[in-house]
C-alpha cells in the first residue's frame, strides 16, 4: 500500500512544469468551488482551513514555483469570495484582515517548509544511492583484481624462477613452470575477453548482426571448443532433427552456450552428466475469418529458439537465483577463475536477441534454459537441389 | 618452402621479436619492419615470400597497407590483429588477406597458417588433386574420394568442395561463395550455403558433428583444412 503511495508520488513529481501550474491552479480553484456551494453550511474560517490543505498537499508533491502561485491564488480567491464583503478584496474587520495576513504568511511557509523537506529527502536518497555504487564498485575492483592478479601474479613468480637461472631447477620443473605461464595467460586472456564483452553491452553497443544459422553447426562448434573443459562429462545432446535455420548473431549465441556450458562443466563434480536441448516452439495466432464462421485464418506465426542445458550439480541455493545473473555476482565459495561476468554477458547477449535466460533447480541439478525469437527457414528440410 | 622468406610489419617490438624467434627457430628468413612506411619499401626492394601484418599501426591503417600492397603483390599476406570483430576479419579478406590471426595466437597455429599459405601459393597452378588424407579431390577428373570410394555429390555440391579445397587453408568468406557458387544476386542468401555446407559435411566427413576439413569460422566463413 505504502509503496503505491510512493510510487504514485513519483509519478505526479515528474508532471511537466507547465501542467504542474494548470493542476494547482485548478486543485485551488476546484476546492474554492466546492466551499463556495456548501458556503451555507461552512464558517469562512472552515474554508481557510480547506485551501491550506489543498495548497499542503499540492506542496508535497510540485515544485516551489507552482506552489506558490497557488498558496497565493488561494489567498485571494479565500478574501474575495469568502470574507466579508465578498466580492472584493476589500477586509471588512481587523480580525479579518490579522486572518487574511496569518493565511497569506502561514500558506507561503507551508510551501517553503514542503519544499526544503523534500530537497534534503532528494539529496539523502542520492548520498545513499552513490553509496551503493561504491560499495558495488568495490566489490567489482576487489574481485577484478584477484581474477586478473592471480595469473599474472603466476606469470612473474614463473618467469622470475626461469630468468634466476637457478640450477636447481629440474628440466621437469621448468617445463611445469612454462606450463603454469601457458595456463595463467590463456586464463587472463579469457577474463580480458570477458571484460571486453561486458563493457560492449554497458555501452549499449551490441547490435546483433543475424544471419541464418544452422544451430546443429553452431553447438557441435561450441563443444568442439569445450572439448578439454568438458572431457570428463558426459554430455548428451538433443538437437530436434526438424530444426529450423534461424537468423541471428552466431558470435553471440555461441558466447552463450559457450558461457552456460563452461560453467557447467566447471562448476559440477566430475563425470557429472550434462543435458542440451535444443528446440523449436511456434506460438500461432489466430484471426477469425469473417467470410466464413467456422475457419480461422492463421494470422502470424512466430517461432522462438529454445536451448536447454541442464546439468547434474549442486544446483543454486534458491535464495541466490535471482542473483546470479548480476554483473561481479559469485556465489560462495566457488571456485577462481571467474569475474562474475559470465553469466551476465549471458543475459546481456540473450536480451540483444529479445530473447530471456531463465535458471530452475531441477532435482540433482540446475537447468538454464535460453529462448530466442528469431525468424526461421525451413529451407534446411528441403531436398537436395 | 622452407627457407621461405616472410616480412613482419608490426609496431610492437615484443610481437616483432616473438614472430622472429618462431620463424627462425623454423627455418624461415625474416626481415621486420616497425612502420607501415618501412614496410611497404622493404616489401618492393626484396619481395618476400609471404607477409605478415598487423592492423594496428601507428603511421597508417593497416587496411589501406593492406589495399597498397596489393596493387602490386601477389604473394601471401596473413594478418595478424588484436581487432577481433568480424566486420574487421571479413573486410581484410576481401581486401585480399590470405588469413586473419588475432592476438593473441598461439605460436603452432600461425605456423600451420603461414605453411598452408605458402603450400597453396606454390599449388597455385599445377597439381590438380588435393590430398587430405582420407579424402581425396581431383579437379582435371571433377570427382570426390573418400577412402578410395567416389562420393557422389550434386553439381552444387561439388562446385563448393572443389571451391573450399582449391584455396586449402584459406578462410572463404561466406559472401565470397555464395557469389561464386550461386551469383551476385545470392549474397545474401546464406541459408543456401548452410545447406549444402551442413549435407557436404555428412557426405565426406567422418563425423558431420566434428568437421575436420570443413571448418566454420565463426560469423565470417569456411575453410577447408587438408591434414589428418
Not at chain 1, 571484460?195 to 553447426?217: A, H, V
Amino acid at each position: 500500500m505504502c509503496s503505491i503511495w510512493l510510487y504514485m508520488l513519483q509519478r505526479l513529481t515528474k508532471v511537466s512544469k507547465p501542467s504542474q501550474f494548470l493542476i494547482s491552479i485548478a486543485l485551488v480553484i476546484l476546492s474554492a468551488a466546492g466551499c463556495y456551494l456548501m458556503s451555507g453550511y461552512v464558517d469562512y474560517k472552515v474554508v481557510a482551513f480547506i485551501l491550506l490543505l489543498t495548497v499542503s498537499l499540492i506542496a508535497i508533491v510540485f515544485d516551489i514555483i507552482p506552489v506558490l502561485v497557488a498558496a497565493s491564488l488561494s489567498a485571494l480567491i479565500w478574501n474575495f469570495f469568502f470574507i466579508e464583503p465578498k466580492f472584493t478584496f476589500h477586509v471588512g474587520t481587523a480580525e479579518d484582515g490579522f486572518l487574511f495576513l496569518m493565511y497569506f504568511v502561514i500558506a507561503l511557509i507551508n510551501a517553503v517548509l514542503t519544499n526544503r523537506v523534500r530537497k534534503i529527502e532528494k539529496q539523502v536518497r542520492e548520498k545513499e544511492e552513490k553509496e551503493k555504487m561504491v560499495r558495488l564498485y568495490n566489490t567489482l575492483l576487489n574481485s577484478l583484481s584477484h581474477e586478473l592478479k592471480t595469473p599474472i601474479a603466476t606469470i612473474v613468480g614463473a618467469t622470475d624462477n626461469l630468468l634466476s637461472g637457478s640450477s636447481k631447477l629440474s628440466e621437469e620443473n621448468k617445463l611445469e613452470l612454462v606450463e603454469n605461464i601457458s595456463v595463467a595467460s590463456l586464463r587472463l586472456n579469457q577474463q580480458v575477453e570477458n571484460l571486453l564483452s561486458m563493457s560492449r553491452l554497458e555501452s549499449g553497443f551490441i547490435q546483433p548482426k543475424k544471419d541464418w544459422t544452422d544451430i546443429n553447426e553452431l553447438v557441435y562448434d561450441v563443444v568442439h571448443r569445450l572439448e578439454q573443459q568438458l572431457k570428463n562429462h558426459p554430455l548428451h545432446i538433443n538437437i530436434d532433427e526438424k530444426l529450423p535455420f534461424y537468423k541471428l548473431d552466431y558470435g553471440l549465441v555461441e558466447q552463450v552456450l559457450y558461457n552456460l556450458l563452461y560453467n557447467a562443466a566447471i562448476y559440477t563434480p566430475e563425470y557429472g552428466e550434462i543435458f542440451l536441448t535444443a528446440k523449436n516452439n511456434t506460438d500461432k495466432v489466430y484471426r477469425m475469418d469473417t467470410s466464413s464462421a467456422e475457419h480461422s485464418v492463421l494470422k502470424k506465426e512466430s517461432n522462438t529458439l529454445v536451448i536447454i542445458i541442464e546439468d547434474r550439480g549442486p544446483g543454486f541455493p534458491l535464495s541466490e537465483i535471482e542473483k546470479v545473473f548480476d554483473k561481479f555476482y559469485r556465489l560462495d565459495n566457488t571456485k577462481t577463475g571467474g569475474t562474475g561476468l559470465g553469466l551476465s554477458i549471458v543475459k546481456g547477449f540473450t536480451e540483444a536477441h529479445n530473447g530471456s535466460v531463465t535458471l530452475e533447480n531441477v532435482p540433482h541439478g540446475a537447468r538454464f534454459t535460453i529462448e530466442i525469437p528469431a525468424e526461421t527457414s525451413y529451407i534446411n528440410n528441403l531436398n537436395n537441389e | 618452402m622452407n627457407n621461405a622468406a616472410i616480412l613482419i610489419i608490426d609496431d610492437e617490438a615484443q610481437i616483432r621479436r616473438l614472430l622472429e624467434i618462431t620463424l627462425e627457430s623454423n627455418s624461415f628468413k625474416v626481415e621486420s619492419a616497425e612502420t607501415a612506411k618501412d614496410g611497404l619499401r622493404i616489401a618492393a626492394n626484396h619481395p618476400p615470400d609471404l607477409i605478415i601484418l598487423d592492423l594496428g599501426l601507428p603511421d597508417e591503417n593497416g587496411h589501406s597497407v593492406l589495399k597498397k600492397l596489393r596493387e602490386w603483390y601477389t604473394k601471401p599476406i596473413i594478418i595478424l590483429s588484436v581487432q577481433s570483430s568480424e566486420e574487421d576479419i571479413v573486410k581484410a579478406l576481401y581486401n585480399g588477406a590470405n588469413d586473419y590471426l588475432v592476438k593473441p595466437f598461439r605460436t603452432g597455429e600461425l605456423l600451420a597458417r603461414i605453411r598452408s599459405a605458402l603450400r597453396s601459393a606454390a599449388n597455385e597452378e599445377n597439381n590438380p588433386l588435393v590430398d587430405a588424407g582420407d579424402l581425396q579431390i581431383d579437379l582435371a577428373a571433377r570427382t570426390v574420394k573418400k577412402k578410395n570410394e567416389i562420393v557422389k555429390l550434386t553439381a552444387t555440391e561439388y562446385k563448393l568442395i572443389s571451391l573450399l579445397a582449391q584455396h586449402e587453408g584459406k578462410v572463404l568468406t561466406h559472401q565470397y561463395l555464395l557469389r561464386e557458387i550461386w551469383g551476385p544476386g545470392y549474397i545474401n542468401q546464406s541459408q543456401y550455403l548452410r545447406v549444402f555446407i551442413a549435407q557436404l559435411r555428412k557426405k565426406v566427413e567422418t563425423d558431420a558433428n566434428r568437421p575436420e576439413h570443413i571448418l566454420t569460422e565463426s560469423g565470417v566463413g569456411y575453410r577447408f583444412i587438408a591434414k589428418e
